[in-house]
Structures are given as structure tokens and as C-alpha cells.
């Protein structure tokens, strides 16, 4: 199955800064998919096929990459969007696999 | 709108089994998958398998073979998945979430079974 490794495993941001973080396949995928999730809720979708937004998601929020190598971008960080993130796959299916989570804290 | 309501709370005792549910309204229940997530405490996400009312077919994780087994109702526009031999390595919270045109959109607000004697 394809592992997914995310880094950094924590990181920390003030408002107004630029934040990305990275999910590292173990074999080539061709798309990523990206979740946000909060202390006591259910995981939200935040980007598909690698770089399209979901619905109600932020435009500060992006995504990018390919092959083995994907990113996800906050243009400007927020209060709001501290948080655990985590990518996932299914291009090696089964099993859909997930990263281990970047967790983003406000500094 | 798209909501998935899954059931309550558990507390099961080593060796027991504990069957969840995930009720589905606002869309056409039969037509799309249903997928499974476990989450352990403070740790990530972890697939277990999916289900496609449709027809009833089933794909699991190899991993969660023979530990979790995946039922619809399309009657009542529910899925179940059902947790047996419970350990304390089962003691999660247990999502379910819909499949649409290979996106995880909706997800249920999750189940927390707590295997303890």
C-alpha cells in the first residue's frame, strides 16, 4: 500500500503568515486529497484532485503538486484555521490511505 | 441538505462486539458509497472500508478484515458497521463518511466506543 508521509509534524504560524506543508508518497499518485480537522470534529474536506477547493473553503487556502511530491498552502494564516491537516490517497486502492497529520498551531 | 447522524456513544466490555450506525438524509442513499474511519486517541485517520448500498458490494481494508463488518439498509437509508472481538486497540471514534465522485464530502459526527472491563 502507498504510505503517505506529512511534514513537519507540528508546526506553528502567526496571523498574516504564510504556511505550507507537504505530503510525501511513498509511490506516485495522481491525485491528493486534503482534510482539516479541529479538536473534537469530524474531518472537513478542504481540497480535491490535488488542487480544486471544496465548497466553502477559503481561497487563502491551496494545493498543489505531483508524483510523489504534494503541498498545501495558507496564503495568510488565521486564528481560525489552527488545526491538524491530513492528506489522503486513493489512487492504490485498496486500502485509501491517509498522512499522519501536520498539527498547525497560532502563535 | 447532506447530513449523516451516527449513533451514540458505547462502552463494551473485552471480547464483545458493538454494531454502529450512520443514518443518511438529504440524498439518494442507494447511489453512493459509505465510507469507514477510525480514529484512535490523539492519533490519525484510518480507513477501514466502504460499502455501496446499491448493490451491497463491499470493499474493506485487509488490515480490518474479519474485525469489522459493513451493512446497509436502504429501507431506512442506514449503514452499520459492525466492531467484533473488542480489544482496547478498538477503542476509537468511528466515523462514517460519503463517497461522492471519489471525495470523502460529508462526514458523520462520529462514534466513540471505549472497550473497558
Known amino acids: 500500500q502507498i504510505v503517505l508521509t506529512q511534514s513537519p509534524a507540528i508546526m506553528s504560524a502567526s496571523p498574516g503568515e504564510k504556511v505550507t506543508m507537504t505530503c510525501s508518497a511513498s509511490?506516485?499518485?495522481?491525485?491528493i486529497y486534503w482534510y482539516q480537522q479541529k479538536p473534537g470534529s469530524s474531518p472537513r474536506l478542504l481540497i480535491y484532485d490535488t488542487s480544486n477547493l471544496a465548497s466553502g473553503v477559503p481561497v487563502r487556502f491551496s494545493g498543489s503538486g505531483s508524483g510523489t511530491s504534494y503541498s498545501l498552502t495558507i496564503s495568510r494564516m488565521e486564528a481560525e484555521d489552527a488545526a491538524t491537516y491530513y492528506c489522503q490517497q486513493w489512487s492504490s486502492y485498496p486500502p485509501i490511505t491517509f498522512g499522519g497529520g501536520t498539527k498547525l498551531e497560532i502563535k | 441538505q447532506v447530513q449523516l447522524q451516527q449513533s451514540g456513544p458505547e462502552l463494551v466490555k473485552p471480547g464483545a462486539s458493538v454494531k454502529i450506525s450512520c443514518k443518511a438524509s438529504?440524498?439518494?442513499?442507494?447511489?453512493?458509497?459509505m465510507n469507514w474511519v477510525k480514529q484512535r486517541p490523539g492519533q490519525g485517520l484510518e480507513w477501514i472500508g466502504r460499502?455501496?448500498?446499491?448493490?451491497?458490494?463491499?470493499h474493506y481494508n485487509g488490515k480490518f478484515k474479519g474485525k469489522a463488518t459493513l451493512t446497509a439498509d436502504n429501507s431506512s437509508s442506514t449503514a452499520y458497521m459492525q466492531v467484533s472481538s473488542l480489544t482496547s486497540v478498538d477503542s476509537a471514534v468511528y466515523f462514517c463518511a460519503r463517497n461522492y465522485d471519489n471525495i470523502m464530502d460529508y462526514w458523520g459526527q462520529g462514534t466513540s466506543v471505549t472497550v473497558s472491563s
Open positions: 509511490s506516485s499518485v495522481s491525485y
Open positions: 438529504g440524498y439518494a442513499f442507494s447511489t453512493s458509497w
Open positions: 460499502i455501496y448500498p446499491g448493490d451491497g458490494d463491499i
